[in-house]
């Protein structure tokens, strides 16, 4: 970033400035004040999305190969003349007659060349080129005006209005050109705009006046909003124009399921985070929206398709391709994307996030076999089963809000070397009473978060067995698929029956094999050895992971819920209670207690620290049943001096940990508990809780195990302690 003054951060849209003609003004991100999304930015948008929607409309009958590629291809220089505009806007602001008239110019062009979709489509290819060449003359226009006007920006314009002018004359040569000749030329000006884009000028550029990245992402995200909103609307038209029915009320559900689970992943995971210090983060980000484009233009035609297909038979193979393509490639680009991007709140490593999007890309397009047996409800449900399982995925390994509000302490900053200022520490009001292993670690980096192992491990027995059973299940799915490619792969099958290849899946992973189905060629038995090798890898990962859970070490030791301060041998003691409730034996049992206070330093740091507190025992060769540990608190003590109205503002919690060697599992195991300070229950002692039975053996009443009485008030020379109302037990 270039050192000078930034004088562009008062808003152009605030600044006085002549309607009829005013310069544009150079516009560089980080100003204090946000660039807003102007009307006409809004329009070419929305103009811009209608043309990606009827080319995604072309694709009806027939559908092949041929068709898609040019709809693809014919996406490219509409999504890069949108993107020219839209980094053009966030460089430089103008709204007068001249800027205007050059924007709806360039929307003119955008609506004639929409107009012309179905004649290039079919092959007829001059009005396409001339309202193309329009559209990037009409750019050319307004990079030459601001390379005329804006001082800081005449190399960068100058190259901008050379590279779309080139361009422009390659569009306008096309049109005297036949097939395949004119294709050659589209490609060539295309690349065009490309090198443009990605030259030096425009890197240094960027180097010196970065983008406004708020407002970049903005558009961006605006882009694919509107393209998502065409899908419903596409959705509505042909619903109002069916009979509704059963199958097409559950149909509509799931595709719109699809629908708002693909926005839900965009703007709940990709939109808003923040690039990795990467040099081509920016480059891959950006462009890895132009697949992005394509795959949901692609997805929407196949959507509507199966939307109008009334009948139950199955959808025909070129539907099902296109559904499962596109939503397959949506959700590879979004891996694009996610791998220069950041989640800072995330569980699980950002490696790992990339990869579940592409495993569920691949498992996508190997899906598009099965639905040659299936009803298209069902099949489309499919589909949608997988969108939701990438919510459920995203919102479990990203359980926390990246805005979440946090309450900090104002730095403290001395007034004088002598008398420093302090800043006190904000007070929390209802302090949530929580486990320190459940706060939010927030920023911490991607490599040392945690790995899958670790999360299963941390996590519930739902989460572990729901991985599980999911992962079973769409693997044998995506076998079954591939099994369906070749009808005649399994003998005593029915051809092109899914049912039977998933079953067949399912023996062959878990080696079963009834002797009833069997690979009938090359194909399958290769399928079989790759499936088995795969199911015998799974099948032990899965063991040692249901074992490692299993046989994890569980606490068994209760602690009291209070802490009780008493008197013990003359003196002022904090005491807590510990249980063996499982009663077997803890080998070399050892406990630690610590109180978690303010300490303010007189050069104004202030610091949340960790004291010991010492015990009259801290171990014990066995622990079979309870342990009252006390601590004194005498002049060695962190707590000495401090009366029972202040506990609450001096110490924030207490922590008591106990280990051992549990002789059951033969492991150590340990334990912990934290109390808070309106936990202490003052001038009050433990309810004994050991007693002896008539038959020799001892009883400990765990039933009282919390239960304390009331002492007495004292008073302990030069250690003057005064209670609080005591609290009932």
Request: hydrophobic share 45%.
């Amino acid at each position: 970033m270039s050192n000078e003054p930034n004088d562009q951060d008062v808003s152009f849209y605030r600044a006085p400035r002549n309607r009829w003609f005013h310069p544009p003004q150079l516009h560089v991100g980080g100003s204090t004040e946000e660039l807003r999304t102007p009307w006409l930015e809004l329009l070419y948008g929305i103009v811009a999305v209608s043309i990606i929607a009827r080319l995604g409309g072309t694709l009806e009958n027939p559908i092949d190969p041929h068709r898609i590629w040019s709809v693809l291809g014919l996406l490219i220089p509409v999504w890069s003349t949108w993107a020219s505009f839209t980094f053009y806007s966030n460089r430089f602001l103008s709204d007068d007659i001249l800027h205007r008239v050059l924007v709806f110019l360039q929307i003119f062009g955008l609506a004639m060349l929409g107009a012309t979709v179905p004649d290039v489509v079919n092959g007829k290819t001059v009005y396409f080129s001339a309202a193309f060449a329009f559209v990037r003359f009409t750019l050319a226009l307004l990079y030459a005006r601001t390379w005329l006007q804006v001082d800081r920006a005449n190399e960068y314009a100058r190259s901008f209005t050379l590279g779309f002018s080139t361009g422009t004359l390659l569009w306008l040569g096309s049109i005297f050109l036949q097939t395949p000749w004119v294709y050659l030329a589209w490609t060539i000006a295309a690349a065009v705009d490309f090198a443009t884009t990605l030259s030096r000028w425009g890197r240094d550029f960027a180097l010196r006046y970065p983008l406004d990245v708020r407002h970049t992402t903005h558009r961006y995200g605006l882009l694919i909003s509107l393209i998502l909103g065409v899908f419903l609307i596409w959705q509505l038209h042909i619903l109002s124009n069916e009979e509704l029915s059963i199958r097409s009320g559950i149909l509509c559900v799931e595709v719109l399921t699809v629908t708002f689970s693909l926005w839900w992943i965009y703007f709940d995971d990709v939109a808003h985070s923040p690039l990795k210090p990467l040099p081509i983060a920016p480059y891959v980000w950006i462009y890895s929206h132009l697949p992005l484009v394509a795959s949901l233009s692609l997805l929407g035609s196949g959507i509507v398709l199966s939307l109008k297909h009334t009948a139950v038979e199955p959808l025909p193979a070129a539907h099902r391709w296109l559904l499962c393509g596109g939503l397959s490639a949506t959700f590879l680009s979004i891996a694009a994307i996610d791998w220069v991007s950041e989640r800072r709140q995330a569980e699980l490593s950002d490696s790992a996030r990339v990869r579940g999007r592409i495993v569920s890309g691949i498992a996508t397009c190997v899906l598009a076999p099965v639905g040659m047996s299936m009803q298209p409800w069902a099949f489309v449900g499919l589909l949608a089963s997988i969108c939701i399982l990438q919510l459920v995925i995203d919102m479990n390994v990203v359980p926390t809000a990246s805005d979440m509000p946090i309450q900090r302490a104002p730095s403290a900053r001395p007034s004088s070397p002598k008398a420093p200022e302090r800043a006190s520490r904000p007070k929390i009001k209802n302090r949530l009473r929580r486990d320190v292993s459940e706060a939010v670690r927030r920023g911490a980096p991607s490599e040392i978060r945690s790995d899958l192992y670790f999360f299963l491990m941390e996590g519930s027995w739902t989460r572990l067995l729901g991985t599980m059973v999911t992962g079973y299940l769409l693997i044998n799915v995506v076998f079954g698929a591939l099994y369906v490619l070749d009808s005649d792969s399994i003998v005593n099958a029915h051809p092109g029956s899914f049912l039977d290849a998933f079953f067949f899946s399912v023996q062959t992973m878990s080696t079963l094999g009834y002797g009833v189905l069997s690979p009938a060629s090359t194909y399958s038995n290769l399928l079989v050895t790759i499936e088995a090798g795969t199911g015998l890898l799974l099948t032990a990962l899965a063991t040692g992971l249901m074992f490692a859970k299993v046989s994890r070490p569980r606490k068994a030791v209760l602690f009291s819920d209070v802490l009780t301060m008493t008197r013990y041998h003359g003196k002022k003691a904090l005491m807590l209670r510990a249980g063996n409730a499982r009663g077997n034996m803890l080998l070399e049992a050892t406990a630690r207690l610590s109180v978690l206070m303010e300490d303010d330093s007189p050069e104004g740091h202030q610091i949340r620290r960790l004291y010991d507190l010492k015990l009259i025992r801290d171990s014990t060769p066995v622990f079979a049943l309870s342990w009252l540990m006390i601590h004194i608190i005498d002049e060695q003590s962190p707590l000495h001096g401090i009366e029972s109205k202040d506990m609450e503002e001096k110490a924030l919690l207490f922590i008591g940990i106990l280990t051992g060697f549990d002789s059951t599992y033969a492991q150590t195991t340990h334990a912990q508990r934290i109390w808070y300070p309106e936990d202490i229950r003052f001038n009050s002692r433990f309810v004994d809780v050991v007693a002896d039975l008539p038959d020799g053996r001892i009883l400990i009443d765990y039933e009282r195990f919390h239960d304390t009485h009331i002492d007495e008030p004292f008073t302990i020379e030069q250690n003057e302690f005064t209670p609080a109302e005591p609290k009932k037990s």
